[in-house]
Protein backbone atom coordinates (compact mmCIF):
# COMPACT_ATOMS: atom_id res chain seq x y z
CA UNK A 1 0.00 0.00 0.00
CA UNK A 2 1.08 3.38 -0.51
CA UNK A 3 1.56 6.31 1.67
CA UNK A 4 -0.78 9.10 2.41
CA UNK A 5 0.51 12.61 0.70
CA UNK A 6 -0.94 15.01 2.84
CA UNK A 7 -1.78 18.78 1.88
CA UNK A 8 1.93 19.60 3.90
CA UNK A 9 4.02 17.09 1.58
CA UNK A 10 2.46 18.21 -1.08
CA UNK A 11 2.99 22.21 -0.16
CA UNK A 12 6.54 21.41 0.93
CA UNK A 13 7.74 19.49 -2.19
CA UNK A 14 6.01 21.87 -4.54
CA UNK A 15 7.68 25.14 -2.73
CA UNK A 16 10.92 23.05 -3.25
CA UNK A 17 10.66 22.14 -6.81
CA UNK A 18 9.09 25.69 -7.77
CA UNK A 19 12.03 27.47 -6.12
CA UNK A 20 14.16 26.30 -9.33
CA UNK A 21 12.21 23.43 -11.16
CA UNK A 22 15.59 22.96 -13.69
CA UNK A 23 17.80 22.33 -10.97
CA UNK A 24 15.71 20.63 -8.82
CA UNK A 25 14.66 18.27 -11.77
CA UNK A 26 18.77 17.38 -12.18
CA UNK A 27 19.37 16.73 -8.88
CA UNK A 28 16.62 14.38 -9.11
CA UNK A 29 18.16 12.71 -12.20
CA UNK A 30 20.78 11.92 -10.42
CA UNK A 31 18.96 10.94 -7.02
CA UNK A 32 16.84 8.54 -8.31
CA UNK A 33 19.75 6.84 -10.80
CA UNK A 34 21.61 6.25 -7.68
CA UNK A 35 18.75 5.37 -5.48
CA UNK A 36 16.63 3.66 -7.67
CA UNK A 37 18.35 2.90 -11.48
CA UNK A 38 15.35 1.13 -12.64
CA UNK A 39 12.93 3.76 -11.22
CA UNK A 40 14.60 6.20 -13.59
CA UNK A 41 14.93 3.73 -16.17
CA UNK A 42 11.55 3.26 -16.86
CA UNK A 43 10.60 7.25 -15.79
CA UNK A 44 13.11 7.94 -19.16
CA UNK A 45 11.81 5.14 -21.29
CA UNK A 46 8.14 6.36 -20.75
CA UNK A 47 9.04 9.85 -20.93
CA UNK A 48 11.03 9.34 -24.73
CA UNK A 49 7.69 7.02 -25.54
CA UNK A 50 5.55 10.03 -24.86
CA UNK A 51 3.47 12.28 -27.03
CA UNK A 52 3.99 15.00 -24.46
CA UNK A 53 7.22 16.97 -23.80
CA UNK A 54 10.02 14.24 -21.93
CA UNK A 55 10.81 16.91 -19.80
CA UNK A 56 7.65 17.45 -18.22
CA UNK A 57 6.65 14.17 -18.06
CA UNK A 58 9.82 13.05 -16.39
CA UNK A 59 9.64 15.70 -14.06
CA UNK A 60 6.00 15.40 -13.41
CA UNK A 61 7.34 11.54 -12.57
CA UNK A 62 10.47 13.19 -10.46
CA UNK A 63 7.47 15.22 -7.94
CA UNK A 64 5.12 12.09 -7.73
CA UNK A 65 8.47 9.92 -6.55
CA UNK A 66 9.84 13.22 -4.18
CA UNK A 67 5.69 13.02 -2.74
CA UNK A 68 5.87 9.41 -1.89
CA UNK A 69 8.79 9.04 -0.45
CA UNK A 70 8.39 11.83 2.19
CA UNK A 71 5.13 10.45 2.81
CA UNK A 72 6.98 6.82 3.44
CA UNK A 73 9.38 8.97 5.67
CA UNK A 74 7.07 10.78 7.72
CA UNK A 75 4.88 7.02 7.67
CA UNK A 76 8.02 5.45 9.11
CA UNK A 77 8.38 8.37 11.87
CA UNK A 78 5.05 7.59 13.44
CA UNK A 79 5.87 3.96 13.03
CA UNK A 80 8.99 4.50 15.10
CA UNK A 81 7.87 6.70 17.48
CA UNK A 82 8.74 6.29 20.81
CA UNK A 83 7.60 8.25 24.22
Do not use: C
Not at 11 to 21: I, K
Amino acid sequence: MLPIVNEKIIEQTLDNVMSDMHAWRKNMIHYIKEENPEINSAIIEIAQKSDLDPKAVATGAYITYALLEQAAREDENITNFEE
